[in-house]
Nanobody
Framework: QVQLVESGGGLVQPGGSLRVSCVAS?????????MAWYRQALGNQRELVAG???????KYADSVKGRFTISRVGAQNTVYLQMNSLKVEDTAVYYC?????????????WGLGTQVTVSS
């Protein structure tokens, strides 16, 4: 399984921006995986935020469309989530996932997560 490490979380005011990153181990393996970001707020179930396929197709949760952008850089084994116009309700632990399916659910590989807190 690919190993995933997230970074870039923190505290930001409503309306602000933040970019979280996920670095995957195994250069050759990364390019074969669809990648996704999930989040889990306190007391809630983990939910899909955004996913990107090997071919670059993307899928977003309705709640983040137009505000968040997922991207991947193969040479860096990295997937990014650019978050703009952040809202208090975006507060959650954000998890990187490898092996996600655009028509199904998450893959087997998860990172440990990075906390994003949106508060004034």
């Amino acid at each position: 399984q690919v190993q995933l490490v997230e970074s870039g979380g923190g505290l930001v005011q409503p309306g602000g921006s933040l970019r979280v990153s996920c670095v995957a181990s195994g250069g050759d393996e990364f390019r074969r995986y669809n990648m996704a970001w999930y989040r889990q707020a306190l007391g809630n179930q983990r939910e899909l935020v955004a996913g990107i396929t090997v071919g670059g197709n993307t899928k977003y949760a309705d709640s983040v469309k137009g505000r968040f952008t997922i991207s991947r850089v193969g040479a860096q084994n990295t997937v990014y989530l650019q978050m703009n116009s952040l809202k208090v309700e975006d507060t959650a632990v954000y998890y990187c996932n490898a092996g996600w399916s655009i028509s199904g659910g998450p893959g087997l590989s998860w990172g440990l997560g990075t906390q994003v807190t949106v508060s004034s």
